[in-house]
């Protein structure tokens, strides 16, 4: 019986690098994933899952109104898929998570889903939140605050490194922008 | 280091008993636990945990006015609390939440919530929806599903036990009205 | 797909409570599962499965004669089983774990271990070593040392609650035999 | 309070790159993480991590007479260390993995295994006995079978491909001598 995974974790820790990881896994065995991320995300050129450590791969990307139950569906009649990887699958929404429950349920293909819990502002993105609502998984992915202890919140920061707490849920931006620190480091930042 | 951990299942897992359990593991070694739980669960009688396996315990209530923070605070004044249990933390709201983090996060006592994750129509209760934000683990308590899968959603149904597709999120019953089950014999009994 | 899950952790975490439970939600559902027990382990009588915190039910025993996959199978055929459940699995032998394995594999039955990790020298029980090694799932059930961090280790104390270092690895009994404590209190009751 | 922890799995789940990505994260954040690995292991040239997936590391060695708890302790006086990863961890003693808990416990500093679980025969490797024994984190790094299912046991295989049930319990190999499979897959292959 398949199922459906979030790897769930703040930004910098590795989530892209693991996603790539379980597609060679499958890829060693002669299998087919196939791996999707967002079209907001041109960090790296469109159409491309790419993690810092210096790894990168071809992606299927979706936006707001992909269809993403069909787009797999295609995928897996024109060649058997065994498993799709979807990376920044907060921007999913709620109804492209259902889409990919039905591809867990109806279509017994795997979904594994990399992405972040929380925003900036401590609340759960759209595609996160229906996520942790239905998937089979829940993993966390770990990395650290700057005190050494587990960081599981993102500060966003203006270009002075003072933290922002207000503005768009999303601002694509890679260390820059982001910082991934631990609860008690959080609410200091915010002046909490 | 304290944590908050939130222990989440569908209904009928057990949750009140692992929460009475750990409260007698803590007294065993001589520690002093509080447990809270609703004020709108008077399935048992007011102010007690009880589970259907037979165990009981008194419980502090909270409903949606009850500062946890200062609730808590004052009984460790009174008698250090090695750990605060908090029972159906699905009918916590958002700003208590909040409040227990800083439970943990100022006053280093570890918080241990059970509760629900999503109610009949597949939507997380506010509570849980902050605890899946905020906790530092989050821990799955499993049961079954008819077909023998784990279940990890929830069914109201009516006297007929027929599906019941809408009315208010918080219907307070046993067994006769909710019944836990996979996600697709979930989606079979609402006919999606 | 049926699996193994081996629940460990030091002595007193409430393992039995759990297993009661897990046996409790089947039988909720009018499904059948069977317990087990090591005869080895006379403390509540023969044949019971008893918590500390109350809680009791019959169960079948097993001591190093016994084949299990036999034994399960006889009761399958006679009555389908959804699920076996073996308390104090640390006193299940290698060949018994594998057989274990067999009723996963060839009868599809999930199969739930409970049981310590370490005996205390800190060393692996026969059946522990290869339900680590072998089972599909690890799920550590938490308890705490007298200093509040989580306790994985356990002191066999004299009546003086002397920590002692030797001694045959089975003297069954209670509170007052046996510590769990975190690693570092191990190492300091035991001088190391 | 640091931890340690076992990442254990069967082969090629991509241990050495979730290693290699951890160490990553350490730095990003101006940190100074210790890489260890087994002076054993020299398919990809000696004192160095690398996984087949492209990224490598240097590392410092470890053999059967190594202190780890010196090695370590000399590099934290030069420089603070933030956190060790230890590559294959399987090949450490047992007084290697008590080092490395004194590592833990003494130094305070937060100890990364990463590690097979089983030999080709199915028993434990002596270092993973240990950790299984000692660690305080037990986390699975899944790969998959080439049923589809996961993979949590290895086999090792002749020129032929076809399962060798005896023989040194180390011979440093990768995708031509080794495969992981399911367990019954394992069982099928070597005529169990």
Avoid at 52 to 78: C, M, P, Q, S
Wanted: charged share 25%; proline share 1%.
């Amino acid at each position: 019986m398949a199922q459906m995974y979030f790897y769930y974790s703040a930004m910098n820790a590795g989530k892209s690098t693991t996603l790539l990881q379980s597609s060679f896994n499958y890829q060693e065995r002669g299998m087919n994933p196939a791996i999707f991320t967002a079209a907001i995300d041109d960090r790296y050129g469109v159409g491309k899952v790419s993690s810092r450590i210096g790894l990168h791969a071809e992606a299927h990307l979706f936006n707001k109104e992909t269809n993403v139950f069909d787009a797999i569906k295609e995928l897996h009649e024109a060649e058997k898929l065994h498993c799709v990887l979807i990376d920044e699958c907060q921007f999913l929404t709620k109804e492209q998570v259902y889409q990919l429950t039905e591809v867990v349920d109806k279509l017994n293909i795997p979904a594994l889903c990399y992405g972040l819990r929380t925003d900036f502002l401590g609340e759960l993105f759209e595609g996160s939140k229906y996520l942790l609502s239905w998937a089979d998984k829940l993993v966390e992915l770990k990395t650290i605050c700057h005190c050494g202890r587990k960081a599981n919140m993102v500060i966003r920061t203006d270009e002075h490194g003072v933290a922002i707490a207000d503005g768009d849920q999303v601002a694509i931006g890679g260390n820059e922008l982001y910082v991934s620190v631990c609860r008690r480091h959080y609410k200091e930042a915010l002046g909490k």
